[in-house]
């Protein structure tokens, strides 16, 4: 059958595929009509966004592992140490992680490519699911959000961060609606190595902290602005600290560093490259191991971020 013949085969096939479904072939939307479309999913998210965010008014907290009534310190590393006073301006935060439908529309409006689409991690796309993205490009779709908006959308800093999920700075070990983790009622279930993985809950599937935020202690780590220093509490700015000037590894915070229910406290502090690496198999099984960055803007299913707009008035 000659290439032509075989052409027009597919596409007959595909016309009677479709009446035997009880559908009509149709032609594919116009650019004016995919354009429109798009800025309709544009200002739907611009109208989300805007009516999620949690203002915090400006005060002074201590920041870090203030250990517990014994004087044992709760994490086993010590860059979340020395307890330091921060004082910060009032923010808002988004209420929400991005989601996979909410980062798409930002792919898709500025001719990105999306994420997480090729077999392996497209298993883990759902639109309401907390969308798994490096740390550049979280940092592009805040700003992006910001240019939109014209609201000063950034990363939180990793203080912004704390003070939000502490519900301004209060001692609450965890940022869950009690200060407590009670798995299946305000945080995922747990799971046994050896048993198959869940899937990660969509977003807001579990009650706010006191200040209305979601999900800051849900098995996932965010990103946020702060180069990692595992030093850098000893040196801190008083008064809004933006971490190191430079580095080479962005902090996580949120439930990091394991699965233990510890590792979700409000100070726990982890550090990853903003270009996150994944392994591949280059030559083969028998060929070994070779660290790649992910494409695009990909990244792991638990790298997930939310924005902060700044300053506001107190």
């Known amino acids: 059958m000659t290439s032509s013949r075989l052409v027009a085969a597919c596409l007959l096939y595909a016309g009677v595929h479709a009446l035997a479904m009880g559908t009509e072939a149709r032609p594919p939307a116009t650019p004016a009509a995919a354009a429109a479309n798009l800025d309709a999913r544009i200002q739907a998210l611009l109208t989300k966004v805007t009516g999620s965010l949690r203002p915090l008014k400006g005060g002074t907290f201590d920041m870090g592992d203030w250990g517990d009534e014994h004087g044992r310190y709760y994490d086993m590393e010590t860059s979340s140490r020395p307890l330091h006073k921060v004082t910060l301006d009032g923010f808002s935060m988004m209420a929400y992680k991005v989601t996979y439908e909410d980062f798409d529309v930002f792919t898709d409006a500025t001719g990105k490519e999306r994420i997480a689409m090729d077999d392996i991690y497209i298993k883990s796309r759902a639109p309401k699911r907390p969308a798994g993205v490096s740390w550049h490009g979280a ?176």
């Open 139 to 314: 940092k592009a779709y805040c700003l992006w959000l910001g240019t939109l908006t014209k609201l000063s959308f950034s990363l939180p800093t990793e203080a912004q961060w704390e003070y939000a999920a502490r519900s301004g700075g209060k001692k609450m070990l965890f940022a869950t609606d009690n200060g407590k983790i009670e798995r299946g009622r305000n945080f995922p279930n747990d799971w046994k190595h050896g048993d198959k993985e869940p899937d990660l809950p969509d977003v807001g599937s579990y009650p706010p902290n006191p200040a209305g935020l979601y999900g800051m202690s849900e098995d996932t780590g965010e990103w946020v602005e702060d180069w990692f220093d595992p030093d850098y509490y000893k040196v801190s700015a008083k008064r809004n600290p933006r971490g190191p000037s430079t580095g080479s590894e962005k902090v996580q915070r949120g439930s990091v560093e394991g699965s233990a229910e510890i590792s979700a406290a409000v100070f726990m502090r982890a550090k990853s490259l903003p270009q996150t690496l994944q392994a591949t198999l280059p030559n083969g099984l028998g060929g070994g191991k070779v660290m790649v960055p992910f494409p695009g803007y990909s990244s792991y299913k638990e790298d997930n971020f939310r924005c902060a707009a700044l300053p506001i008035k107190n």
